[in-house]
């Protein structure tokens, strides 16, 4: 039980009803559990009419109007989908992934993981930042390992994890490194696996490789969807780069300008696995105009030349 909080009674549910659709209509389950309004009660994670308002008290800016920083927030995505949040700056996604934690509450509104109404910390998520926050004085070893020691299951199978995990990464030959003897990419990876250590269903990534050069993050983002097929876990990514979005995601959700609500939803029907080279695909491109167009960068019509 202290192992996966959220594979409660609601959780079971939500995949008892799935296993129940695979049977009766094998190879269906997808599109079925898809239909937006009809099943949406089931699917893994339902973020639905999200509002978040600061009180003018909580803003550090000595404001006296309350800060809407979410209006109106909703989608969905199933078990193990890669769901990207793409919006501009200030719109609210840190938040909304907070609110998803249960780090902080939601004013109005419903978030639900895998059955269960998220209030507090669920305890059965990774949560990986734009800065590694890695702690300088341990070895790259034991920051992966934190949160099995917070949960008291630091045992020899969690190390065997952690070293399986930065094996993965690239990164066997420095677990005994500190942090700072480690690029921005390399410390990234390693906040990755401290992310994924405990086996969580649900991944929170908050612009992980904002802060990376273009190369390394493009070698991160085929590194995640690596791990992602791995772990099977599925991941909510926040970026503000459009091409990252489209080549990581089954689906972004592109949001409007503070305060946030949901401008559109592009599914991105790209096959797995992805490589670079579909960034040069006609599918890519017109997912890369529709995202224009959502997030207004360019007019819905475009204007003959
Ligand atoms: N803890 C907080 N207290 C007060 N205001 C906040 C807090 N966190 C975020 N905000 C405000 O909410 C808005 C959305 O912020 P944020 O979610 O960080 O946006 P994003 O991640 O999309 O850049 C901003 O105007 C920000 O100043
Ligand atoms: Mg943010």
């Known amino acids: 039980m202290h192992k996966r909080p959220l594979a409660a009674r609601g959780a079971g549910q939500w995949r008892s009803a ?16 898809s239909i937006k309004g009809v099943h949406s009660d089931m699917a893994f994670g339902t973020i639905r009419n999200v509002r978040k308002v600061f009180a003018a008290s909580e803003l550090a800016s000595g404001s006296t109007e309350p800060v809407v920083a979410l209006d109106d927030a909703s989608f969905e995505f199933d078990e193990g989908q890669l769901v990207a949040l793409l919006g501009p700056s200030g719109c609210g996604k840190t938040t909304l992934l907070r609110i998803m934690a249960g780090l902080i509450q939601k004013t109005s509104g419903s978030v ?150 949901v401008a559109t939803e592009i599914p991105i029907d790209l096959p797995y696995p992805r490589n670079q080279q579909i960034r040069f695909t006609p599918a890519f491109t017109q997912a890369e105009r529709l995202a224009s167009i959502a997030l207004g960068v360019i007019p819905p019509v475009e204007s003959a030349a």
């Open 18 to 33: 799935k296993a129940l659709v695979e049977k009766q209509e094998p190879g269906r389950t997808a599109a079925i559990f």
């Open 112 to 261: 639900m993981i895998g059955g269960r109404e998220v209030t507090e910390p669920l305890g059965d998520y990774g949560f990986v930042f734009q800065q590694p926050s890695l702690m300088p004085w341990r070895s790259v070893l034991d920051n992966v390992l934190f949160t099995m020691e917070i949960l008291k299951r630091n045992d020899r199978a969690a190390r065997e994890r952690a070293t399986h995990l930065l094996d993965v990464v690239g990164l066997s030959g420095f677990m005994q490194a500190r942090p700072h003897q480690l690029s921005g990419g390399m410390q990234q990876r390693v906040a990755l696996c401290r992310a994924l250590i405990h086996q969580p269903k649900l991944l929170l990534m908050d612009e992980p490789f904002g802060a990376l050069d273009e190369l390394t993050r493009l070698e991160m983002n085929d590194l995640l969807l690596r791990i992602r097929k791995e772990t099977g876990a599925s991941v909510v990514f926040v970026t503000h780069s459009i091409s990252e979005a489209i080549y990581l995601a089954d689906k972004v959700i592109v949001f409007s300008r503070r305060p946030a609500r």
